[in-house]
């Protein structure tokens, strides 16, 4: 990461700080060299849309609906701006311009010491980096920022994109499971990677990765 704006608030005990309300008020705006990463807007909503509205992305992700509406949209938002989605969400947008590409998130698992990522793109930004690159500022963020343990990331096994991408960042196969996906009505396998502080430690330049 080149540049990146946190705020760090360590009041509290580690559980208190990974409470889902607290996790949420507790989002900073994040920048890296190409991106702004801020709360999800009501002028994001035309946009989240048309790009969510995808059957490619809406099968690859477990709880998006397909089709996906401006309702589908605009309920999205207002939830997140109202505190109601127990995760730390992002809209993902171009630094120069501000163009809305996607969303990514942090969640907090029960135990207190685990967060999972999560992360979708519009298709035309496929392939460009920008995946990875939001990926690296949430994890920088998590570890930087809370005392958690591990982050946790599991992808569908036919995505191989996103297999690269959290490759990448340095998290490790644990195994595999199956997963409900709302776009499919069903379960669908997927692979379970993790990334462990100690290891974050040790890949923080992020260059040698790329």
């Known amino acids: 990461m080149q540049r990146e704006l946190l705020r760090d608030d360590q009041s509290g005990s580690p559980e208190d700080r990974l409470r889902p309300d607290r996790l949420r008020s507790d989002c900073p705006v994040l920048l890296s060299q190409r991106l702004v990463m801020r709360a999800p807007h009501e002028e994001d909503i035309d946009a989240l849309a048309h790009l969510a509205n995808n059957a490619a992305i809406a099968t690859m992700v477990s709880r998006m609906p397909h089709p996906y509406t401006i309702k589908d949209a605009a309920d999205f938002v207002r939830r997140t701006i109202n505190g109601e989605i127990g995760k730390c969400v992002y809209a ?78 340095g998290f490790q196969l644990q195994g595999s499971g199956m997963v409900g996906n709302l776009a499919l009505g069903g379960m669908v396998p997927v692979e379970w990677y993790r990334l462990d502080r100690k290891t974050w430690m040790s890949l923080r330049s992020w260059g040698e990765m790329r």
Do not use: M
């Not at 029960?110 to 990926?135: H, I, M, R, S, V």
């Not at 963020?141 to 191989?160: K, P, Y």
């Open 92 to 169: 993902i947008t171009k630094t120069d311009n501000g163009e809305f590409l996607g969303c990514c998130a942090l969640e907090p698992h029960q135990d207190g010491e685990t967060l999972e990522l999560g992360y979708w793109l519009g298709q035309p930004y496929w392939n460009k980096g920008y995946a990875t690159e939001a990926a690296h500022a949430l994890i920088d963020l998590a570890f930087r920022t809370r005392e958690v343990a591990r982050i946790d990331a599991r992808c569908r096994v036919t995505n191989i994109a996103s297999r690269r991408v959290i490759q990448k960042c």
